[in-house]
């Protein structure tokens, strides 16, 4: 069974332009979580969907940030404009129920030059 | 903030039994312990979970004090592959949804 997919695995952009992520939870999975993760530090929440729902977004930085999963399945996660303090990985993790185990993709190394 | 304290580093021979403490003085009453890890260049890996009792599983053990305020993991055997960033994190109901406060973790080294 393939787990959590993500794309692109590294991208390199110029600071001001905009990049999106993409993520392909299990199936079956309701819960889809977005975390950042700075080099040396743990993940860090950005927004956690149940289904189509965002139910936890208090702390995506909405200036520039945005996310959907449209049909409560894949999900996307943008940033407009990027800053070079955005390079960092991020994370995508996807559960059938709750935060008992969740299944962690291999994430997205952002660059910002 | 993270509610869990954890050794920044540890080491442990190969073939021997690692044991990550953990404190989480704050944890209340429904709060569960959970365990990830995460090796070089990968997402976390769910490793194991308990609320009260001790837990085992084809990967670890999981030792909770009786007054909840710590635990340990416990790798019986740690191979090579074990080195890694372990996390040890307090949270909401088995089932609840609820997002995973990750700490600093402890990076445990495997040596040969």
């Known amino acids: 069974e393939a787990g959590v997919v993500q794309s692109p695995r590294y991208k390199i952009i110029e600071k001001k332009q905009p990049v999106a992520f993409w993520c392909n939870p299990i199936?079956?999975?309701?819960?889809l979580y977005w975390y950042l993760q700075n080099l040396g530090q743990g993940p860090e929440l950005l927004i956690r969907?149940?289904?189509?729902?965002?139910?936890?977004d208090s702390q995506l930085p909405k200036d520039r940030f945005s996310a959907e999963r449209l049909k409560g399945v894949d999900s996307t996660l943008k940033i407009q404009p990027a800053e070079l303090g955005d390079s960092a990985v991020y994370l995508c993790?996807?559960?059938?129920?709750?935060?008992?185990?969740?299944?962690f993709g291999q994430g997205t190394r952002l660059t910002v030059v | 903030d993270a509610k869990t304290t954890q050794p920044p580093s540890m080491d442990c021979a190969e073939g021997r039994a690692a044991n990550l403490p953990c404190n989480h003085s704050?944890?209340?009453?429904?709060?569960?312990v959970y365990w990830y890890r995460q090796i070089h260049s990968q997402g976390p890996q769910y490793i194991i979970h308990?609320?009260?009792n001790n837990e085992t599983n084809e990967m670890a053990s999981l030792i909770i004090t009786e007054d909840r305020k710590s635990s340990t993991l416990i790798l019986p055997h740690a191979t090579l592959r074990d080195t890694a960033v372990y996390y040890c994190i307090v949270g909401g109901e088995e089932g609840g949804s609820e997002k995973l406060v990750f700490g600093k973790g402890t990076k445990l080294t495997v040596n040969p």
């Open positions: 308990g609320l009260k």
């Open positions: 199936s079956g999975h309701n819960t």
């Open positions: 969907y149940e289904n189509e729902e965002a139910v936890d």
């Open positions: 704050t944890i209340s009453g429904n709060e569960y």
């Open positions: 993790a996807s559960s059938l129920v709750g935060v008992s185990e969740a299944f």
